[in-house]
């Protein structure tokens, strides 16, 4: 009689899809925190900055397409209580990421009436900072606390440096960097996350 171990639990196909879609959304907003910085600062100095986060992006993205490549090695059918949380987490995940669409369309177009358009970097990065702390309770993770808390600090360093009078273009410029942290942080969160799924799954 020898013994065996158990074989792993896989989460079901559609957690999966939801992990990938996390890493390439995480690709994205670094991209594009990371772009702002060419507003700030000149090419030779925002150029480097850029390269770094477009290496960790792709790195997320070859993660990302390598778990989905992947998918067909986990179970396809839902339980019960997986369909109804997957339906409890979907809806919440999505009125907080649309009342954060909302607020940042709504306070950008204030700023930019009432002639503030140079608050409009550092006030996004807050309200993304915030909508995080929304999704810590949502996901069960927490580590959206820590990037909630890092974030919102990033946009309010950024609308009282402004106030005070120091230069935007710096100060918007650190403030994108520091949310491009962020976004990165939590890619590499999502990314260790496929990597042991993938392992997992390979019956490693």
């Given amino acids: ?17 939801g992990i990938v879609t996390g890493l390439f959304l995480m690709a994205f907003f ?17 150029g480097p900055i850029w390269a770094v986060f477009a290496v960790l992006a792709v790195g997320f ?23 109804r949380r997957q339906r409890g987490t979907g809806r919440a995940y999505g ?12 306070v950008a177009a204030l700023l930019n009436v009432t002639g503030h358009p140079d608050y409009v970097m550092p006030a996004i990065a ?17 580590l959206d606390l820590y990037i909630a808390t890092w974030t919102t600090l990033a946009g309010l360093a950024g609308i009282v440096a402004i106030a005070a009078g120091a230069p935007v273009e710096p100060v918007t410029g650190f403030v994108a960097v520091g949310a491009a942290l962020a976004t990165s942080a939590y890619g590499v969160y999502i990314g260790r996350d496929a990597q042991r799924l993938l392992h997992r799954s390979a019956g490693d």
């Fill in 1 to 17: 009689m020898t013994d065996t171990a158990p074989p792993a639990i896989l989460p079901p196909r559609a957690a999966v899809v």
């Fill in 30 to 46: 670094t991209l594009l925190w990371a772009g702002n910085t060419f507003a700030a600062w000149s090419p030779a100095v925002a």
């Fill in 61 to 83: 993205i070859v993660q990302g397409v390598r778990l989905l490549r992947a998918r067909g090695r986990f179970p396809a059918a839902l339980s019960e209580a997986d369909s």
């Fill in 95 to 106: 009125i907080t990421f649309g009342l954060e669409g909302l607020a940042i369309g709504i």
């Fill in 126 to 142: 807050l309200i993304v900072g915030l909508h995080f702390y929304p999704m810590a309770r949502i996901f069960g993770r927490s």
